[in-house]
């Protein structure tokens, strides 16, 4: 499983622009990279995937540059309602039984007023 | 809307008891995972069960068993309560690719253990 390498902390205002990079620099050719959010005392939450490029959804974005070994999560005006830790992870697309993901520390966003 | 459900969203158990942290998935997943989470350490795998009455250790089994005798239901049994083992549990389910589909997770279970 590649391991990543993210932030343990960033702060931030209100409708700001948040990026949160993350590393991997032994990403494997059938790895997708998985964002998640977790609010307190709640489970956590998928929220974006990519494989290469640009993808956006209606919460983030997600940058990946060609060589793959980073990405970055891009939260547009942040509010303090997106103030929670985002997991960068990275895992297998291959359908075996019991694929599964790892967990890092995650990054925790303070959103300030 | 689907939904990992455990059954307490808080416990208070004494030492020594038994325990047993109840899940169930409606999403007809055959992945299901028990992670812990305490400050500073993250998610920490448990046990993970693949299948009906498949069970493989995570990181940190010592203390837990798992049962999983149906497919939307999977189990987190602590044989003897000790206090490490307060902690906050998660249970997660996933397709078999749960790099394309991601997993869902419950709300998680406090358990406190005196």
């Known amino acids: 499983?590649?391991?990543t390498t993210q932030p343990i902390s960033m702060d931030s205002y209100e409708g700001q622009e948040v990026n949160i990079t993350c590393s991997h620099n032994n990403i494997a050719t059938n790895d997708y990279i998985t964002w998640y959010q977790q609010f307190p005392s709640q489970?956590?939450?998928?929220?974006?995937?990519?494989?290469?490029?640009?993808?956006t959804n209606e919460v983030a974005s997600l940058f990946i540059p060609a060589d793959r070994k980073s990405s970055t999560l891009s939260l547009?005006?942040?509010s303090l309602s997106d103030t929670a830790v985002y997991y960068c992870l990275v895992g297998d697309a291959a359908n075996n039984a019991g694929n599964m993901l790892t967990f890092g520390g995650g990054?925790?966003?303070m959103v300030k007023p | 809307d689907v939904k990992v459900t455990q059954s307490s969203r808080y416990l208070v158990k004494r030492t020594g008891e038994k325990v047993f942290l109840e899940c169930v998935q409606d999403m007809d997943h055959e992945n299901m995972f028990w992670y812990r989470q305490d400050p500073g350490l993250g998610l920490r795998l448990i046990y993970f069960s693949y299948d009906v009455k498949m069970k493989e250790?995570?990181?940190?089994?010592?203390?837990?068993?798992?049962s999983r005798e149906k497919k939307e239901r999977f189990?987190?049994?602590?044989?003897?309560?000790?206090?490490?083992q307060t902690s906050m549990y998660?249970?997660?389910?996933?397709?078999?690719?749960?790099?394309i589909y991601g997993y869902t997770?419950?709300?998680?279970t406090r358990l406190t253990v005196v």
């Open chain 1, 1 to 3: 499983l590649a391991k």
């Open chain 1, 43 to 55: 489970g956590p939450r998928f929220i974006i995937q990519g494989y290469k490029t640009k993808v």
């Open chain 1, 76 to 78: 547009p005006r942040v």
């Open chain 1, 107 to 109: 990054t925790r966003l």
């Open chain 2, 57 to 66: 250790k995570g990181d940190i089994p010592e203390g837990y068993s798992v």
């Open chain 2, 75 to 84: 189990s987190l049994i602590l044989e003897s309560a000790s206090t490490n």
């Open chain 2, 90 to 99: 998660l249970c997660a389910s996933s397709y078999p690719n749960s790099a």
């Open chain 2, 105 to 108: 997770f419950g709300s998680g």
